[in-house]
């Protein structure tokens, strides 16, 4: 799980740059970013995210929605259930622990080399892939159901594609839930005090954020798509979108994760999360 962006960038060696970024480009990017920032990512968010608990937990959002409670993916019980951009993979932890059989897939060998000492220690154990979004490494109609908290989908360059793929893996009647940073997010600066309040971009602008290192070349690349966008590509992959859930800032919850904040929760939506499902053959 990511904020956008979920760093400030280090003017001495990188420079934001809005330009056209390729599907290998961006997946080299990104994988080199997470796997240097896997360290200080888990030294901040681990403990939110339920990262070294023995079962493991599925937080959907920093808006803090638990999947036990929510029950998005349904009944998991006897469920193969595939995890994309699963990072240091509680979530697959926890759905395993709870009767399902998971598979994490990542893309940052450091993220899964942290879910691999976690479960070194114990616990339920998951297999874990590492492989790009775009390009699943299983045969079609093999997984009863998919997910993705935060993971892979606003890293990619073609998530039209990643629709496409899940929907070929996914059994019919399948449920594929996904849960990213709000599209009007985009309009922001990544502050979650009164100046990340104030529009600074148009949400129409699809360019991706980009940082470059001093040789041109993209260290860490987010892809920006409106709402539409999304319900587009989804519809487009032929699957079917059942709901879209916009969570409110809990009362009770005062932290600040990244950008996400009270203030900025009270104002409008931090998270979007889509419910679909692949039609029943």
């Not at 962006?5 to 997946?27: A, C, F, K, M, N």
Request: with cysteine.
């Amino acid at each position: 799980m990511s904020p956008h962006p979920p760093h400030e960038p280090d003017p001495e060696h990188t420079t934001v740059s809005q330009r056209r970024v390729t599907s290998p480009e961006s997946d080299a990017a990104n994988r080199a970013w997470w796997d240097h920032d896997a360290a200080a990512y888990h030294d901040e968010h681990a403990d939110f995210l339920g990262v070294d608990s023995p079962a493991g937990e599925f937080i959907w959002c920093p808006e803090s929605l638990h999947e036990g409670d929510m029950r998005l993916l349904g009944d998991i019980s006897g469920k193969r259930i595939l995890e994309i951009g699963c990072g240091s993979a509680p979530c697959s932890r926890w759905l395993t622990s709870n009767g399902a059989t998971a598979i994490g897939l990542d893309i940052s060998t450091g993220m899964l080399d942290r879910a691999r000492g976690v479960m070194a220690r114990g616990g339920p154990q998951v297999p874990l892939v590492q492989a790009s979004a775009e390009r699943l490494p299983f045969a079609s109609e093999t997984f009863d159901a998919a997910c993705s908290a935060f993971g892979g989908v606003p890293f990619v360059a073609d998530s039209a594609r990643v629709m496409r793929e899940v929907a070929r893996v996914l059994r019919p009647g399948a449920p594929w839930v996904f849960s990213i940073n709000h599209p009007m997010r985009w309009m922001f600066p990544d502050d979650p005090g009164p100046r990340g309040l104030t529009v600074v971009s148009s949400y129409f602008d699809r360019s991706p954020y980009v940082e470059v290192d001093r040789n041109g070349i993209p260290a860490y690349v987010e892809h920006h798509r409106t709402m539409g966008d999304r319900v587009r590509e989804i519809v487009a992959a032929g699957l079917v979108l059942e709901d879209v859930i916009e969570p409110e800032w809990p009362e009770w919850l005062d932290r600040e994760w990244g950008q996400w904040s009270p203030l900025r929760g009270w104002h409008f939506p931090g998270t979007a999360i889509f419910c679909t499902r692949k039609p029943a053959a």
